[in-house]
């Protein structure tokens, strides 16, 4: 059974920092591209960032650039997100994927999902 599981979201205030995890199992996802994506209330889930399969490449969403940074581990199945100098829009539950698609990069395409980890950014 494949499964993305999510963790280390919290509360954390604005200006603070959060790393997030996600471990692969049920199968080796080394040769997949992993996303981050986002969603807060009342709004639609929004791409965040994407890594390629090898770590060569990563691409994030203008309004995390410079602030999250994307990384993976391959040897133990697991991506990262390095999220600093959060702000109150970033508040959201954040969901990590996989997939193969070559349209990776632009958040589309990921066939394997977690359940979500809360992140909450206090003003």
């Known amino acids: 059974q494949v499964q993305l599981v999510e963790s280390g979201g919290g509360l954390v205030q604005a200006g603070g920092s959060l790393r997030l995890s996600c471990a692969a199992s049920g199968r080796t996802f080394r040769g997949d591209a992993m996303g981050w994506f986002r969603q807060a209330p009342g709004k639609e889930r929004e791409f965040v960032a994407a890594i390629s399969w090898g770590a060569g490449s990563t691409y994030y969403v203008d309004s995390v650039k410079g602030r999250f940074t994307m990384s993976r581990d391959n040897a133990k199945n697991t991506v990262y997100l390095q999220m600093n100098s959060l702000k109150s829009e970033d508040t959201a539950v954040y969901y990590c994927?996989?997939?193969?698609?070559?349209?990776?990069?632009?958040?589309?395409?990921?066939?394997?999902w977690g359940q979500g980890t809360q992140v909450t950014v206090s003003s």
């Open positions: 994927a996989a997939g193969t698609s070559s349209a990776y990069y632009r958040g589309t395409g990921y066939t394997y």
